[in-house]
């Protein structure tokens, strides 16, 4: 079984299938539920448990680790792909008692009715002794959701974090070995689930400076044995800063909007400005929401259907507007037949990002030399607001 210290096991399961997460979030390399086993020279903890499509695989890593008796288990975090088998846990090992905080305990009783009587909570602080080994927790809540907290194994110095640091990747090696691989498929992670608390995730990051960490164990994807990197990492991402990057998500029917988009983005690129640009129809939502992890600007690009936006595209503004990205700029591009309400429609479903809108660029049927000109405009704009927010010099 693989060991992180003397006595730290992993304990999890690889999820090498998993293609899908909510249903929603796309998961290209599959994921890990990491649940770890901490043996002190008088008691015996284990933090969190797994996803229960993985339940056989917790259960017999716990019997080839030679678990008689379990005396903890730390619930860092309510949500089911953690905490979805404490129940089965508790069923084998009868004196454990689950180990968390009063807001985690109350969603584990009433999200998958765990007795009262099997629960012990701690205090933002609080230790509890394993006997040579000693787990002090840390409230680090919404990352991502309020209750969530980590362990300082203090003697060991290892931080486990559960989903915070976390990256959708499944790997057979404990540890990160690839950064570059690990640094994609934590930013995914970071873009699709955390990117909404990022002030939250500042002042967990604050929390956390002055310990000494040797290892970062999250819940998702590898250990990181230096742990620097995904701290950096996780302060550029949470950050104000943006960079001088325009998303372009576009979604064209008769192929309008598709030329407004090819000028555009030429006219953004030829200023200097870095494009990323994704076509709805059939985009991984998680490529667009990593870009949008950076970006100064968004353009959304629609053609009208009916009166209103192509629905790719309001799909994408509802998407953009729940993940809450930095972005400074937006606009709207687009086209129509007759009439409609476009722009109206998707300023209306970017109410939480807070971004100025630059002047839309709507124009009936195939664009004439004047819309190009209004998109070159655009792109002056774009690069001026850049400009003027010191994202470029
Ligand atoms: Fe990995 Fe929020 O659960």
């Not at 009262?116 to 002090?136: N, P």
């Not at 209750?147 to 640091?165: A, G, H, P, R």
């Not at 001088?244 to 030329?259: D, I, K, W």
């Not at 985009?283 to 870009?291: E, H, M, N, T, W």
């Amino acid at each position: 079984m693989k060991q992180l210290k003397p006595n730290v096991h992993f304990a999890g399961a690889i999820d090498w299938d998993r293609r899908l997460f909510d249903e929603l979030i796309p998961l290209p390399d599959g994921t890990t539920y990491n649940a770890y086993l901490i043996r002190g020279s008088e008691k015996t903890a284990l933090l969190d448990a797994v996803d229960p499509t993985k339940a056989e695989v917790l259960i017999d890593n716990l019997v080839r680790l030679g678990v008689d008796k379990l005396d903890y288990l730390v619930a860092h975090h309510g949500e089911q792909d953690h905490s979805g088998v404490i129940g089965d846990v508790l069923v084998l090992y009868p004196d454990a008692k689950v180990v968390t905080n009063p807001k985690c305990k109350e969603m584990l009783m009433s999200h998958l009715h765990v007795e009262e009587d099997r629960f012990i909570t701690v205090a933002d602080g609080e230790s509890l002794s394993l006997g040579d080994k000693t787990l002090r927790f840390i409230y680090t809540p919404w990352v991502h959701w309020p209750e969530t907290m980590s362990t300082w194994l203090v003697e060991d110095k290892i931080l486990f974090t559960c989903d915070f640091f976390g990256s959708h990747l499944a790997s057979s090696e404990l540890f990160v070995s690839d950064e570059a691989q690990v640094y994609e498929s934590a930013k995914r992670y970071f873009a699709e689930i955390m990117m909404p608390f990022r002030k939250p995730i500042l002042n967990n990051l604050e929390k956390i400076k002055d310990l000494d960490i040797e290892m970062i164990a999250p819940s998702h994807g590898p250990v990181y044995n230096r742990p620097q990197f995904i701290i950096d990492a996780y302060r550029d991402w949470a950050g104000e800063e943006v960079k001088n990057e325009v998303v372009v998500a576009y979604v064209s029917m008769h192929g309008s909007t598709r030329r407004m988009v090819d000028h555009l983005v030429d006219a953004l690129s030829d200023r200097g400005i870095v494009v990323r640009q994704f076509n709805l129809t059939g985009v991984d939502i998680g490529k667009l929401a990593i870009s949008l992890v950076d970006a100064a600007t968004l353009v959304l690009a629609s053609p009208t259907m009916l009166v209103g936006p192509h629905p790719n595209a309001a799909y994408a503004a509802i998407l953009a507007n729940a993940l809450r990205p930095k972005t400074r700029y937006a606009a709207i591009i687009g086209s129509y037949g007759w009439a409609g309400k476009l722009v109206d429609q998707l300023v209306g479903m970017l109410g939480n990002l807070k971004v100025e809108l630059l002047e839309p660029v709507v124009v009936k049927g195939m664009p004439t030399d004047e819309n190009f000109e209004a998109l070159d405009e655009l792109a002056d704009k774009i690069l001026q607001k850049h400009k003027e927010a010191g994202i470029i010099a």
